[in-house]
């Protein structure tokens, strides 16, 4: 399947991405790779392959999730060079 250079210049005006015309034919060459490699997907029978989320069959390898006392508030914010109350204050980023 192959994509026309104005279909790629549509899509790079809109995502506002300034393309070489050297840039343009490497791009377009490489979308017709993929796109050739997805017809090839396509034609392969899945039918009997049951669906998986990952290629190895492992198992969740996270700890448990075990509830314990977090730190005192006063222990938290012993090291803060702000605070008030029991929060931490720090500069405003949003101008």
Known sequence: MAISKETIEYVAH???IDLSGKE?????SQLKDILDFIDKLKKID???ISPTSHILDIQDALREDNLKESL???RTLQNAPQQEKNFFVVPKVIE
Do not use: I, M, Y
């Open 72 to 74: 005192p508030v006063d």
């Open 14 to 16: 809109l995502a506002r």
């Open 46 to 48: 899945t039918k009997d």
């Open 24 to 28: 343009l034919e490497k791009l377009s």
